[in-house]
């Protein structure tokens, strides 16, 4: 399929946000709660993010001013329930912030951080299933879908978190974030990888002789079937050289797993410290994180190709 560049941003920026906060909650939960300077900052820093990604979102829609109109079909949409959800988790989370700031009881924070968890649980199930549930595209209709958008959207806003604590002095917080982030970045790696080998297994039910009708014989397509392009030959084809997909996929292995992990033991061994490593990590996994998401949609054989194959 033809990787929409909005979408792209929208789930990597979410995803690192709800990362973010998520690490935020567990800790302040946990009862390690970094100074309330820092957990603002941080929780509008994350609100800053999800804003930039739902305005990429805005952006991907041919006419953003009936967007309210998504939220219609919430019954059987999973699209219209991470709509409803995105703007609850961003609610969410500018209250907790406003509650740091204001010095609420903890109490009512632990509240607002446990609805902050809540939320971006459910705002990960929403954009996994927006996916998932597509049971034409095979790369999509299985559960490490969601599985997948979820760990790596957690390792990278833990490692984001880390990167923020060890710039802001809050030393403790990331050190006990350290090996979460390590482990997070692991997880989001096997399944990752996993997803890749499921696809590479995948045999076509298709050919082109079917998708044609023209069962008895060898159907070799020569043109589009279009002397113009159309919303089929733009839409499920990325149009990108032959070798762009064989070159991206081992290039967002190593940027958004392999080297983050390799950063992070060594800041766990000891062998590496300060803030350097840490926001390495983030950059490195931010560029690979973009560029799995573009292969995301780039490795789809979508079916209907099969009858535009010359576009292909």
């Given at each position: 399929?033809?990787?929409?560049?909005?979408?792209?941003?929208?789930?990597?920026?979410?995803?690192?946000?709800?990362?973010?906060?998520?690490?935020?909650?567990?800790?302040?939960?946990?009862?390690?709660?970094?100074?309330?300077?820092?957990?603002?900052?941080?929780?509008?820093?994350?609100?800053?993010?999800?804003?930039?990604?739902?305005?990429?979102?805005?952006?991907?829609?041919?006419?953003?001013?009936?967007?309210?109109?998504?939220?219609?079909?919430?019954?059987?949409?999973?699209?219209?329930?991470?709509?409803?959800?995105?703007?609850?988790?961003?609610?969410?989370?500018?209250?907790?912030?406003?509650?740091?700031?204001?010095?609420?009881?903890?109490?009512?924070?632990?509240?607002?951080?446990?609805?902050?968890?809540a939320l971006s649980a459910l705002l990960w199930l929403c954009t996994g299933m927006v996916y998932a549930?597509?049971?034409?595209?095979?790369?999509?209709?299985?559960?490490?879908?969601?599985?997948?958008?979820?760990?790596?959207?957690?390792?990278?806003?833990?490692?984001?978190?880390?990167?923020?604590?060890?710039?802001?002095?809050?030393?403790?917080?990331?050190?006990?974030?350290?090996?979460?982030?390590?482990?997070?970045?692991?997880?989001?790696?096997?399944?990752?990888?996993?997803?890749?080998?499921?696809?590479?297994?995948?045999?076509?039910?298709?050919?082109?002789?079917?998708?044609?009708?023209?069962?008895?014989?060898?159907?070799?397509?020569?043109?589009?079937?279009?002397?113009?392009?159309?919303?089929?030959?733009?839409?499920?084809?990325?149009?990108?050289?032959?070798?762009?997909?064989?070159?991206?996929?081992?290039?967002?292995?190593?940027?958004?797993?392999?080297?983050?992990?390799?950063?992070?033991?060594?800041?766990?061994?000891?062998?590496?410290?300060?803030?350097?490593?840490?926001?390495?990590?983030v950059l490195l996994q931010s560029a690979g994180l973009l560029a799995e998401r573009w292969f995301f949609?780039?490795?789809?054989?979508?079916?209907?190709?099969?009858?535009?194959?010359?576009?292909?």
């Amino acid at each position: 399929m033809n990787p929409s560049l909005s979408i792209v941003v929208f789930t990597t920026l979410a995803g690192s946000a709800q990362g973010l906060v998520v690490a935020l909650a567990l800790a302040a939960l946990a009862g390690a709660a970094p100074a309330p300077g820092f957990l603002q900052a941080s929780l509008l820093l994350a609100e800053a993010l999800l804003g930039v990604a739902l305005g990429a979102a805005f952006a991907h829609l041919g006419r953003p001013a009936r967007a309210w109109r998504a939220v219609a079909m919430w019954r059987t949409s999973w699209m219209s329930r991470e709509v409803i959800v995105l703007p609850a988790f961003m609610a969410a989370t500018a209250a907790w912030a406003l509650a740091v700031r204001l010095e609420l009881p903890g109490s009512a924070q632990a509240a607002l951080a446990l609805a902050a968890l809540a939320l971006s649980a459910l705002l990960w199930l929403c954009t996994g299933m927006v996916y998932a549930c597509l049971r034409v595209v095979r790369e999509w209709a299985h559960p490490l879908t969601v599985l997948n958008y979820t760990l790596m959207g957690q390792a990278s806003g833990c490692v984001l978190a880390g990167a923020l604590a060890t710039s802001a002095g809050e030393d403790a917080l990331a050190a006990a974030l350290l090996p979460w982030a390590l482990g997070l970045t692991v997880l989001a790696w096997a399944g990752r990888l996993g997803a890749l080998r499921r696809n590479d297994a995948l045999v076509p039910r298709s050919t082109p002789q079917s998708a044609t009708g023209l069962g008895g014989m060898r159907v070799v397509q020569l043109s589009m079937g279009f002397t113009g392009g159309s919303h089929s030959t733009q839409e499920f084809f990325h149009r990108a050289p032959g070798g762009t997909l064989r070159l991206v996929r081992p290039a967002f292995v190593l940027l958004a797993f392999k080297l983050p992990v390799l950063l992070l033991a060594l800041c766990w061994a000891g062998v590496w410290d300060g803030l350097f490593p840490w926001w390495l990590a983030v950059l490195l996994q931010s560029a690979g994180l973009l560029a799995e998401r573009w292969f995301f949609f780039a490795q789809v054989r979508h079916p209907q190709n099969l009858y535009y194959q010359a576009v292909a």
